[in-house]
């Protein structure tokens, strides 16, 4: 029944790791976000996909590498990890690119 | 790029009224929304105003005026599980897509 789900939840590691977050929504919408929300609780758009294609990329490092298989996933993997990255990442999708988004549970991220 | 304000934090009594105001300086505004969202958890949709005037939903209603660049959440009848953080968001629309910018929230604080 959920909508919009994110693996993992935690995540906890090292600098310098790569790791990955996957994102699915059984929504049958056209667009997904990555959003980063930080500890003074920001949130912040990085990327977002309609249809599989790129529409907008924020100024994210280019540590940060999203991919999106087919419309209902989008997920998000990060190379050679800092702490600055320590934040919790939703998820999100929409009908189309002007529709209000719905939000995943959030994975939250912590770099040690 | 777009500004947006409102408080940091408001405390108010079960029962009572609350006022959320948010400003915002912005071109190519296209539309306003308010989300909540609780510690730990993800934003929800609230409301969505794109022309001026009042949105009424149940308990909560929201207001849009574009030529004062002005928006507020109005929540009656407090109850104590409207203790959250609520984020007031202005999409831009710029060639075809939409972008969501979001203010830093406002804390809510129910008492008994």
């Known amino acids: 029944d959920t909508a919009v789900s994110q693996t993992p939840k935690y995540l906890v590691t090292q600098m310098g790791n790569d790791k990955s977050i996957k994102c699915e929504q059984n929504?049958?919408?056209?667009?997904m976000y990555w959003y980063k929300q930080d500890s003074k609780k920001f949130l912040k758009i990085m990327f977002s996909?309609?249809?599989?294609?790129?529409?907008i990329n924020e100024t994210v490092p280019n540590r940060f590498s999203p991919k999106s298989p087919d419309k209902a996933h989008l997920n998000l993997h990060i190379n050679s990890l800092e702490l600055g990255d320590s934040a919790v990442y939703f998820c999100?999708?929409?009908?189309?690119?002007?529709?209000?988004?719905?939000f995943g549970p959030g994975t939250r991220l912590l770099v040690l | 790029g777009q500004n947006i304000d409102q408080p940091t934090e408001m405390t108010a009594t079960e029962g009572a009224i609350v006022q959320i105001n948010c400003t915002y300086q912005?071109?190519?505004?296209?539309?306003l929304f308010w989300y909540q969202q609780h510690a730990g958890e993800a934003p929800t949709f609230l409301s969505y105003?794109?022309?001026?005037g009042l949105e009424e939903k149940g308990r909560f209603s929201s207001f849009l005026s574009r030529s004062k660049g002005y928006s507020y959440l109005l929540l009656k009848e407090l109850q104590m599980k409207d203790s959250a953080s609520y984020l007031c968001?202005?999409?831009?629309?710029?060639?075809?897509?939409?972008?969501?910018?979001f203010g830093a929230g406002t804390q809510v604080v129910v008492t008994p």
């Open positions: 996909y309609n249809n599989k294609e790129l529409i």
């Open positions: 929504l049958g919408h056209d667009t």
């Open positions: 105003n794109v022309l001026d």
């Open positions: 999100a999708s929409s009908q189309d690119p002007l529709g209000w988004r719905y």
């Open positions: 912005t071109s190519g505004f296209n539309g």
């Open positions: 968001a202005v999409r831009v629309k710029s060639d075809s897509w939409g972008k969501l910018q």
